[in-house]
């Protein structure tokens, strides 16, 4: 029965990080049409920044705030000065774009604080015993992290005036100008967003895992996978397809074989987009012909 | 006129001789520096290996050219990025021997990616391979005529761990490795190694995802299965990833490894919850405190003070000074050729850091042997001295 636990939980942990950086891919894909391949780099290279500002004598949560922030404001930058001059409709270039931007982000990084593997302490020091498994609390910390964060940002979209909008230019940009609000503010304020979330998964995970370079691409590529189960229109699904992947990465691993895990979660995603390809949550869209 | 311009096609002939004679423009001869190259992960995933390495032996080659070079020749060492690439590993070699003409490719990184740069250096370019970080059984049964090592071949190394960790007296061992084929092979010898050394000893196998960061599910398999020790054939955050969670899980399985687990990062990693755990290193451990390890990390110190003293540094250190301990016997011109001929009746070299290193026609893999380590008081301290592994691998 420990086992069994350990492997769910831990699941559910690994799921949440899963879930904060899809919600980021999720709110700027659905808000500017963009799939930000550089979205886990940055958000890694923010977390090397949080650690120099921590062991520079900052408390360790004003320093992963500043990370946080610095993550935001990155993503507006290159959205401005990248993603912004390719114009409507150019996603194919915008993809191939964050994709190098992934590549020089990751250089920068390692120019700058080298290649060595570096630990990065924990928000919540401590462990915590459920029926004979043990987790350490910092795993623990990301559950509620992201389910305040989906829970937030649903509310966000749904109650508030910003989340209309940005609801608005998703649907459709021109009839959002229309009605008044400017796309490119709503774009700006959906990249800080999705960029700050996805900082805030890599600074619940680091301090399990440690700073290494390239270390996130293994997350990212199941993060990915969460939206897709999720479905990409649903912020709830963005981070319930995450957990789900967590779990089912993690029960393939004690049940199945560790070695084909991702071969039997990705396999039943491909699954259940054939059944339901707008994902478990997604909404399907139809277009007039 | 007809003069001049006999004197205008001499002068010409001359110019276009002394520019094509320049030999010390490729390292080959006369008093200009020996060029040597090498590819190493700068930058992707392994490159927490790579860049120290490529400190390593650049700083090996500046202390030697600080000291005057050898036999009055600085050494110029050109590095190239690989990324662990095959493909851009094969790019690099072009770089290095067809654009650079470095004389040899000397202290490279990667089992895969140098093999696939083997048929343009070797083959076509013949410029000799010296020293890589890496290799496999095939590099060296047959030996290639300009293809040399310093490396205990990783079947070794698994088969060391093995029958280190049945010499402790565990009879019923469990292998994590990582499932790529690379790993396989080293974990295949492992069973073989544990029973030269106690023909009783029962040893399982455990396969993990490659690049896998949540080591929960493994601890868990392994609580399970209840070993007396594992044998860790994974990259050295992986192996301190599972270290850290079987720590969580309070599993005190001891715990054994081969070379690449032997990196100062595991201890960085996991921290408290590598204490204890042994395994199988190229070379003494980077804190060692002989004179052979003080100088190196001095070298280090001083011609990389951004790098951290480590097991993958020291090796390329050694593996660079053991090369330039071969070349300073040449008599003559520093060729290709020339260093390939004389590898072929080289040594014994002793690094002090290294085995002692041997070479010859039959023999291109200048040792077998392995330096026993543990982790005690957070960092890894030599056990006993360097020594062969069990004679399985080929059998």
Redesign the interface.
Known sequence: MDELLLSVISGISSGAVYGLVGLGLVIIYRSTDVMNFAIGTIALACMYLALSVHNAGIPLAFAILVGIAVCSLFGVGAREVLIRPLGPGALFSALVVTMGLSLIVEDVTRNIWGGEPRTFPALVEGTATISGATFTNQQLLVIPVAAVAMLGIAYMFKRTPLGSAMRAVAESSGTATLLGIKPQRVARVAWALGMGLAALGAAMLVPTVGLTIGGFAAILFRSFAGIFLGGLTSMYGAVIGGVIVGILDNLAATYVSASLRDTFVFSLVILVLLVRPQGLFGEKSFARV | MRFASMLAVALTALAITACGGDESESGASGSGPIKVGAWFP????V??S???QKEGATAAFEAMNAEGGINGRKFEYIAQDNAFDPQQTVQAARALVGEEEVVAIVAANGTAPSAAAFPYVLNQAKVPIINTYGGAADWYEPPRPLLFGYQTLYEDQGAAAGAWAAEDGHKNILVIRS?PAAFAAVAKYVEPGAKSADPSVSVDE????F????Y??????V??KNPDAVVLILAF?EA??YLKQAA???LDIPAYGYAPTADE?LI??G?QATEGFKAVSLNKPAMDPSPEMQEYRKALKQYAP???PSANSAAAYAAANSFAEVVKGIDGDVTAESIAKAFESAGPVETGILPPLKWDRENHLGTNQIQRVEVKGGKFVAVGDFTEPPPVVGN
Do not use: N
């Open positions: 700068l930058t992707g995933p490159a927490a790579g860049i120290p499932d455990l396969v993990v995802k690049q896998t960061t949540d929960s599910p493994i601890a868990g398999q609580k399970a955050p301190a990833a969580l899980q309070g990062g960085k990693l921290g951004d790098e951290q």
